[in-house]
């Protein structure tokens, strides 16, 4: 569904990466890995359109993409989950999910229930303002957000930062969900290692921007992926 081929990425001067060859196939779980400041929430906004690639290709579902703007991308099935959710602390809870619509014709604008069936605590909450959520309940409505426009991409961006525990097995239960549908890519960027090994069908870990290593979990064993994480950390 997506890949990525020798994609780099600068801001200013600086280069951010250093071509990455990321390949995420529908109904698996690909986990980006890495300490901070090695450049995973960078080649989720380079893949996103939210902040433009230096150079490279991105390639969906077997089409080489031009460099487009994000809200062009989302329109095309790609939905990105960023880092510290960036819900609308003003509006409540089922206007933040109506935020989403702007992907969609006007005919399918409309919250499914499915959304509810993900994560109950939003209907509950549904005219709760969203700045009034605990930033586990947070979460939920930002992934419930991207999941209105119907992704074939979803993008993740540490979803259990600063997430209770009973919220992460919650958030973990849908991704597997998600998974099983094989409806979608999934790309999650992760640092708690337990989780994402859980999870991941395959790895890439990166360090100063660069893949150091990519495997798939069928051909490894958790040693291997535990060593380059920390070696990295």
Known sequence: MLETKDLT????GSQILNGVDLEAPKGEVTCVMGTNGVGKTSLMKAISGTHSRSGGNVVFDGEPLPVLPAHRLAQMGIAYVPQGRMIFPLLTVRENLETGFACLPKSERAVPDRIYQLFPVLKEMENRRGGDLSGGQQQQLAIGRALISRPRVLLMDEPTEGIQPNII??????IRQLREEGEMAIVLVEQYFDFAFDLADRFYVLSRGSVVL????RNTGRDEVQKAFDLNN
């Open 9 to 12: 990425l600068h801001y200013g």
């Open 169 to 174: 097995q919650l958030i973990g239960k849908v």
């Open 214 to 217: 990519a495997k798939e979990k």
